[in-house]
């Protein structure tokens, strides 16, 4: 049995959900992959049209809120993730932002397992709250690689505290 990528990302949604369907896609035609997002959350909700093209392709999806920050959403996360890690054994996580990062380094710490953890930044907003920035870098600085989309938000990572050679 082949062993999956699991992708963890808030929503299918725009640019970046652009970007991790053609991955996903890229990546089913060599085994399975997994897609972990919040699905909906009020008026926020993953694209149909990203969720139905990964559906066709054998992309299993399982909901998994990185969206909230607050406590018991991360811890609660958390949990459920390190279950379906125990489960699914992936290969790798490739984490689509600093919340997902996040709960993917909870989840393997409370699943026990060294899975290798990419945490991709795609933005960060000028005005973002102090807090946030720490949860992030936190987030960050747990995985084994961090890709970024821009010098700016290497530069960024690494006055965080993330090493330069992630």
Known sequence: M???ILHIAPFLWSGAGRVITALCLAQARRGPVVLATTGRHGDLDDWPSYRRTLARA?????????FRRDAAT??????ALASHLSAIRPRAIHAHAGMPTGVAALARDIAGLRVPIVGQMYSWGPDRPGWMNTQDLWAFRQADVVVSSAHAYSRLLRDGGVPARR
């Open 2 to 4: 082949s062993v999956p």
């Open 58 to 66: 054998g992309v299993r999806h399982v909901t998994l809120d990185t």
């Open 74 to 79: 991360v811890w609660t996360s958390a949990a």
